[in-house]
Antibody, heavy 116, light 107 residues
């Protein structure tokens, strides 16, 4: 069965960095686009970024462009999100999801808290 | 930036029909998707490509599209349907967007 497991969340100070990981299993990872979606506490869903199966196509939300970098390692069945210059408004649960849209499979999420 | 607009809340009594709308200029050209999210859980896809229902989703969930508005309809609402519902689509530039979400209350 498809499993997506995020890790790497935690407490970080404003201006700091964090790298999230998403370990995928139960499907041929290299065949699928992958996405990051976040949800601030008590707020709605916000799309963050997606990456094509080969890694050659990448899109970011304007709110994270220039600060976040999505990447993947198909040999390790893993998706990553490098987050730099973090702000308080980046505080959220970060989900990885399979596909570019119409997300059937989601991870359980990892909480990122940006606070001094 | 492109936006999808949903009503913040909808309330219905058990057994009635709930309709949740989502409006966006690109919806005539882009598919819409609907998610149900209960507290503390990841979202669940309930409608894809405007009106298709994934396997395992009850038949009381349906979707429709008309112009710049898509609608999620839940017929014969049950207490377990109380949740937040989000629409999702994309714009012509390739970026993905979610609506602000609608809290469905079953009275």
């Amino acid at each position: 069965q498809v499993q997506l497991v995020e890790s790497g969340g935690g407490l970080v100070k404003p201006g700091g960095s964090l790298r999230l990981s998403c370990a995928a299993s139960g499907f041929t990872f290299s065949d699928y686009y992958m996405s990051w979606i976040r949800q601030a506490p008590g707020k709605g869903l916000e799309w963050v970024s997606y990456i094509s199966s080969s890694g050659s196509t990448i899109y970011y939300a304007d709110s994270v462009k220039g600060r976040f970098t999505i990447s993947r390692d198909n040999a390790k069945n893993s998706l990553y999100l490098q987050m730099n210059s973090l702000r308080a408004e980046d505080t959220a649960v970060y989900y990885c999801a399979r596909d570019i849209s119409g997300y059937v499979f989601w991870g359980q999420g990892t909480l990122v808290t940006v606070s001094s | 930036s492109y936006e999808l607009t949903q009503p913040p809340s909808v309330s219905v009594s058990p057994g009635q029909t709930a309709r949740i709308t989502c409006s966006g200029d690109a919806l005539p050209k882009q598919y819409a998707y609907w998610y149900q999210q209960k507290p503390g859980q990841a979202p669940v896809l309930v409608i894809y490509k405007d009106s298709e229902r994934p396997s395992g989703i009850p038949e009381r969930f349906s979707g429709s599209s008309s112009g710049t508005t898509v609608t999620l309809t839940i017929s014969g609402v049950q207490a377990e349907d109380e949740a937040d519902y989000y629409c999702q689509s994309a714009d012509s530039s390739g970026t993905v967007v979610f609506g602000g979400g609608t809290k469905l209350t079953v009275l």
